[in-house]
């Protein structure tokens, strides 16, 4: 039964309503380009949301899952699983964490990050150090725990009481996370660019005070990078290119290049914290999920998706100051890599509604942001595609001004 955007949207009232949907429905992906169900094609600058880093369809990753499908699908954590090992072993060797957790999103990688926190605390006599801070504009995820860490008041409305243990402090401002940063505290946690906030990197000297007073205070420093790992800002983690290491890190979205995944990495006297029993998850570190994430960063590895991201970030960010640099309504480009904000000053969402409309797909982030996220295998003629159809998109909007 195929049927067209139209029938799959008349028939979708039995979803709930937790997402404002374009009314499209994807049905096939290769590469940097998505098919709708009435056959129209699309440019993907979009990737899930940071999530296909390999484009759709990667042949490695399809065929890892196909075969591993074909052999393990489940197997609980009561035994040993040898993709999990392998692919611990990967990220240890390309981090500077020592252990690893896995889950099977963000938003678990968040809980399972602060749960590390507290324990930690805890297993080192100072269990009333349990209070997590966090920064204005921040996302950490949409469970409850993760939710009280994410700082926007816009996701946590009519979902009250939230958990306690949380303090958020405004961006930059290191007398207010000093004055912050009392007795109570076991973490702070952080992304080095903010994506749902609205794609703003945070400043590096911040970030490095930041450090310096987690170590000063014995305080944990907990870096997401659910949304910038995985090669995504021009680094394999983000924090490479802020001079810091955290004792705790997460990573999701672009891990298995779709098949859903979570991961948290911590230093080894941290992750210590956690004993037989602590944590645990039932899909967690599934094969299927470790043999597609395996699949991803071989692949990751061999072509230096990192550096691609690099390079590529500043062509499309060269084509979009040209593009957009003089319209009236454009405000600044942000971002690192292949993770950039679009800033306006208004009108962002009808912007991405008329780039859906010419074959673009883009997201929008906190403000006035049209977010750029392609695949980190993009090339440069379809970013000059993508940049073509933004600014065509953006005469549609404000017109000719
Ligand atoms: C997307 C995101 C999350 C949540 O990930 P989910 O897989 O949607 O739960 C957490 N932190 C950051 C920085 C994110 O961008």
């Not at 039995?14 to 009435?38: K, N, S």
């Not at 324990?119 to 966090?134: D, F, K, L, M, Q």
Request: proline residues 4%; glycine residues 10%.
């Amino acid at each position: 039964m195929i049927l067209s955007n139209e029938e799959v949207v008349a028939h979708s009232g039995a979803l709930m309503h937790t997402y404002g949907r374009w009314p499209v429905a994807m049905v096939r992906g290769e590469g940097v380009w998505l098919w709708d169900a009435d056959g129209n094609q699309y440019l993907d600058f979009a990737a899930g949301i940071a999530v296909t880093i390999l484009g759709h369809s990667h042949p490695a990753v399809a065929e890892a899952i196909a075969d591993q499908a074909r052999t393990l699908l489940h197997c609980s954590n009561l035994f040993y699983i040898p993709q999990q090992v392998e692919l611990a072993n990967w990220l240890v060797n390309h981090s500077a964490l020592d252990q690893v957790f896995f889950c099977n999103s963000g938003t678990e990688a968040s809980e399972a990050a602060i749960k590390l926190a507290r324990r930690w605390a805890y297993h080192n006599g100072v269990p009333e150090r349990s209070t997590v801070i966090t920064l204005e504009h921040s996302f950490h995820g949409r469970t409850l725990g993760a939710l009280t860490a994410t700082a926007q008041p816009k996701y946590q409305e009519g979902f009250g009481p939230l958990l306690g243990g949380v303090r958020h402090v405004p961006v930059g401002d290191v007398k207010a996370l000093e004055e912050a940063l009392d007795g109570t505290v076991c973490a702070v946690m952080m992304e080095m660019v903010q994506g749902e906030g609205g794609v703003m990197p945070v400043p590096t000297d911040y970030v490095q005070e930041v450090r310096a007073l987690c170590d000063r205070r014995n305080v944990l420093l907990v870096i997401d990078e659910v949304q910038t790992g995985m090669g995504r800002t021009g680094t394999f983690f983000a924090y490479e290119q802020f001079g810091v290491e955290p004792d705790i890190c997460t990573l999701a979205k672009g891990l298995a290049n779709g098949v859903p995944v979570g991961a948290v990495l911590a230093k080894r006297p941290v992750a210590e914290a956690f004993v037989p029993g602590s944590h645990g998850s039932t899909f967690g570190g599934n094969p299927l999920a470790m043999r597609a994430a395996l699949a991803t960063v071989e692949v990751v590895e061999k072509e230096r998706l990192w550096e691609k991201a690099a390079r590529r970030g500043a062509y499309l960010r060269g084509r979009l100051a040209n593009a957009l640099g003089n319209h009236p309504h454009f405000r600044e480009i942000r971002g690192m890599g292949l993770m950039i904000g679009v800033v306006l000053d208004e009108g962002a969402s009808q912007v991405a509604e008329a780039c859906l409309k010419r074959g673009l797909l883009v997201t929008v982030a906190g403000g006035n942001t049209v977010r750029l996220l392609p695949p980190l295998i993009v090339e440069e003629p379809e970013i000059d595609m993508a940049v073509e159809r933004l600014s065509a998109a953006m005469h549609d909007v404000f017109g000719r001004e």
